[in-house]
């Protein structure tokens, strides 16, 4: 089945420890999102990659990373300087038309981070 | 700035009821993408509608439908004889075509049915 993946399911870090989420799609989609979603909040944007090799920063970028060297992978780091990491986090994925942001994105499961 | 208001926080309503879920959107494009998207319980989003800025005709897809009126800056969500499956949190998002953020998100309504 066609689908976008995440992994793990849940997720433990310790304090000042580095931790990856994993994010997987065979949609042959070109664009892949991170969204960062809190109780009571809205989704908002941590990075996104629109082709292979090429990134951009969302609104709240900072204390995160990700490379994007498969056109199906779109890993997450949480690094030890975002210091409030505890959040529910959503994968997303899209055909990009070359312009403008008008297709629409389909989501995975989810990963959902704590902090111990 | 692109922008989405979901006034409704949560709403409750008894199954069989029909209820409206409100987005207000602010945009200064003049082409632009709205979507609705369900959040069951399960935590991921399942993908209801996307509409652009130059087809302002309802649509209905079975128990929902929607309405876009660009004079009011509005695309509402009803859900007609709602059913307890129904539950769910509800966002709406925007999407500018010359924006840099791809899609911009409201807060979301959460909206209880109760058999």
């Known amino acids: 089945d066609g689908g976008i993946t995440q992994s793990p399911k849940y997720l433990f870090r310790k304090e000042g420890q580095n931790v990856t989420l994993s994010c997987e799609q065979n949609l042959n989609h070109d664009a892949m999102y991170w969204y960062r979603q809190d109780p009571g909040q809205g989704l908002r944007l941590i990075y996104y990659?629109?082709?292979?090799?090429?990134?951009q920063k969302g609104d709240i970028a900072e204390g995160y990373s990700v490379s994007r060297e498969k056109k199906e992978s779109f890993p997450l780091t949480v690094t030890s300087a975002q210091k409030n990491p505890t959040a529910f986090y959503l994968c997303?994925?899209?055909?990009?038309?070359?312009?403008?942001?008008?297709?629409?994105?389909?989501f995975g499961p989810g990963t959902r981070l704590l902090v111990l | 700035a692109q922008k989405v208001t979901q006034a409704q926080t949560e709403i409750s309503v008894v199954e069989k009821e029909d209820v409206t879920l409100d987005c207000v959107y602010e945009?200064?494009?003049?082409?632009?993408?709205l979507f609705w998207y369900k959040q069951p319980p399960s935590g991921e989003l399942v993908f209801l509608i996307r509409r652009n800025s130059f087809d302002e005709q309802n649509e209905i897809s079975g128990r929902y439908s929607w309405n876009f009126q660009k004079s009011t800056s509005s695309f509402n969500f009803t859900i007609t004889a709602s059913q307890v499956v129904d539950s769910a949190v509800y966002f709406c998002a925007l999407s500018e075509n010359s924006g840099n953020t791809p899609l911009v998100f409201g807060k979301g309504t959460r909206l209880s049915v109760i058999a």
């Open positions: 990659s629109q082709i292979v090799n090429d990134f």
């Open positions: 997303a994925s899209s055909i990009w038309a070359g312009s403008g942001n008008r297709e629409t994105q389909y």
């Open positions: 945009t200064r494009d003049t082409t632009y993408y």
